[in-house]
């Protein structure tokens, strides 16, 4: 293969892309597109057929040249290489830097990194596992990438390398190991000789060894968009102790918003209705009154599928909420959530099971309740007509074939199971005031 002119070309390792039929990554180098796995060219004639194929969206990168011959199958790009990786007007920014584990592990002293944020799962490993690591760093063995996020000018959280840095951190530092036991190294393989050994009972060459050892860090810069910067916490949240959605949402869209939604779902009939003392760890009930919030901005016709993306669009729209505006949200959310446990008690939200109800919230359930009332300013005649409304809702739900047919998180049965729910409303209390 002949030597490429100073090409802009780089190997996509996450984040939007266009790909081949077989999952290779492409990236422009001039008029052609090249596929750096298979070192095959891809003449633009074939870009629309792909675009068709692929899943994701086109990124184009602006990178530094590089120069590559026919012998050269290192992609890598020199450090501090800011990736753009552009899907109409999102961008993700992302530069690549060695860091040495004294200038990491100073970063985590001065709280400039932060190694626990309030998102991330706990720490799992044992000291077999962990000691292994420290192992690999003594023989000078490469560790996978490690992924920070800048939340702020000079201020980082870790995204992916929390195991592996936690257990570097209490091995050099001598702090105690996550489960409160001294960490000594056990379980080695190829160092045996330093199994029952402390950090500060190594050689002074093998303490330096570990000290400069290079780890590679790619940091997603505070610059890059929320909703690009969600599908790569997604893709990197592959571990065995995965965050669900809406705790990814918690640590991409951080502002207003999240904080309000944290406040909201401690109302008392919030709790009530999740039959909780207190928010749910997972945050599920904050995904939950996101939904409401989503529903009430744009009513019916602005839910759309996959939900994860509709409500993503909702966090960064609105992640900066103003005063005012949450004041309202929380009027509503309060109003809504305190009728819908009045009038349907302990089974608020739940689905009838012959003589028993679910013990799980019901989505479907929760946007036709909640929806339901947002538009009811009078509480009093809602509370004076609460009976009614309980049994026009357990008798569609038990005997309306039809309306059970509506009880799917999809656009048309959303608006099918609105239109009926609300006509019976309106039969009941009169049109909205």
């Avoid at 597109?33 to 095959?40: A, I, K, L, Q």
């Avoid at 190294?185 to 000789?193: I, M, P, Q, Y």
């Avoid at 599928?305 to 004041?327: F, Q, S, Y």
Wanted: hydrophobic content about 40%.
């Amino acid at each position: 293969m002949a030597t490429l002119p100073q090409h802009r070309i780089a190997r996509l390792q996450l984040g939007p892309s266009l790909t081949d039929a077989n999952g290779q990554f492409i990236v422009s180098c001039g008029n052609t597109f090249f596929c750096p796995r298979s070192f095959v060219y891809v003449k633009p004639r074939r870009l629309t057929e792909l675009r068709q194929r692929t899943t994701c969206c086109w990124a184009s990168l602006l990178l530094h040249s590089t120069q590559v011959d026919d012998k050269d199958t290192d992609f890598s790009l020199a450090s501090n290489v800011e990736r753009r990786l552009v899907s109409g007007e999102r961008v993700l920014q992302i530069s690549k830097a060695d860091f040495t584990v004294s200038s990491v592990l100073d970063k985590i002293k001065r709280g400039k990194l932060d190694l626990r944020p309030s998102y991330q799962r706990e720490y799992v490993w044992d000291k077999k596992t962990a000691s292994k690591l420290i192992e690999s760093l003594l023989l000078n063995i490469p560790l996978p990438t490690m992924f920070f996020h800048e939340k702020s000018q000079g201020l980082l959280e870790v995204v992916d390398g929390k195991q592996r840095l936690t257990s570097i951190w209490c091995f050099m530092e001598e702090e105690k190991f996550p489960d409160g036991s001294d960490f000594a190294l056990s379980g080695l393989d190829v160092l045996e000789k330093l199994n029952g050994k402390k950090y500060s009972e190594l050689d002074d060459s093998l303490r330096e060894v570990m000290r400069d050892f290079a780890l590679n860090v790619h940091t997603i810069s505070r610059n890059s968009d929320d909703v690009v910067v969600f599908e790569v916490f997604e893709r990197l949240n592959m571990g065995s102790t995965q965050l669900n959605e809406q705790e990814l949402r918690n640590c991409v869209f951080q502002g207003s918003y999240i904080d309000f939604l944290n406040d909201v779902a401690q109302h008392p009939a919030m709790l009530k209705a999740f039959r909780q003392d207190a928010p749910h760890k997972r945050m599920k009930d904050r995904e939950f009154i996101l939904r409401f919030f989503c529903l009430r901005r744009g009513g019916v016709e602005k839910f759309t599928l996959p939900a994860k993306n509709w409500l993503n669009e909702e966090m960064r729209c609105h992640k900066n909420l103003d005063g005012k505006e949450k004041r309202e949200m929380a009027l509503d959310f309060s109003r809504c959530i305190t009728l819908s446990v009045e009038v349907f008690g302990d089974q608020v939200f739940r689905l009838p099971r012959g003589l028993k109800y679910d013990v799980d919230v019901n989505v479907c359930l929760w946007d036709t309740v909640m929806l339901g009332f947002v538009n009811y300013k009078r509480i009093d005649l809602v509370r004076s007509n609460k009976g009614k409304i309980a049994q026009a809702l357990h008798k569609l739900l038990v005997e309306d074939e039809e309306f059970r047919g509506y009880l799917f998180s999809n656009p048309r049965a959303l608006k099918l199971r609105m239109q009926r729910w609300t006509d019976i409303l309106r039969q009941i209390l009169g049109p909205p005031q």
